[in-house]
């Protein structure tokens, strides 16, 4: 009976150092390598079937604007990118410096030196917002050319994709004043909406952060799944 009274707090001690190191470990390697995502990403956007039964599914037009740095920009220049997107204006003093900050501090600083993420900011205030504007805009949030591009150009052109490519709430509405969007919305590489992401709280940043880590572990399976035929 004593002995049995002795072993009980060994088994508690093994119990608190498995919680203690032992799951955060497991955490940590299933969170970095993917392992725990099963559920595939969604396709958003209306789809069509074509003739051979293959399913069409909505994707982003190509567009000619500018980055930040003056230079001539369309979807070429971000071939084979899993792009993060977002629309925003300088002057805006509620949504967008929140929404910025969040992506700066959570989500680029988590992908910054990943070559195969995009981060794309759209002004919804081309009027104001030159090149030489977002530039210095950029720098206040430590996004760094090329992996982090503010894009400015034609306002009817930028409108119209935020409501009919990237399907942004509250665009299609918006021609006649600009739209608040805090939302990020998640492109791969073939331009199919992926994701779209509310910017602010610790579930946003796993939300998004998660499925990017899907949409590249999908890329994978599919690549190892190529070298295998």
Known sequence: MSQEIKKRPSFKVMGVLFLVFVL????????????HYSKPLPYLGEREVAPNGDTIYHTIANFRLVNQNGDSVTLETYKDKIMLVSFFFTNCETVCPKMNDFISQHIYREFAKDNSIQFLSFTVDPEHDSA????K????????????????GSRKRIYDLAATSFLIPGAQSAHQGMFHSNQMVLIDKKLRIRGVFETGGQLDKSGIIDAVRNLKLEYKKNENHTEKR
Not at 137 to 152: C, D
């Open 24 to 35: 955060p470990v497991l955490w940590i390697m299933l969170n970095k390598t993917g392992v």
């Open 132 to 135: 030489a504007v977002l530039l």
């Open 137 to 152: 805009y950029a720098e206040k949030f430590g996004a760094k050319f090329p992996n982090w591009q503010f894009i400015t």
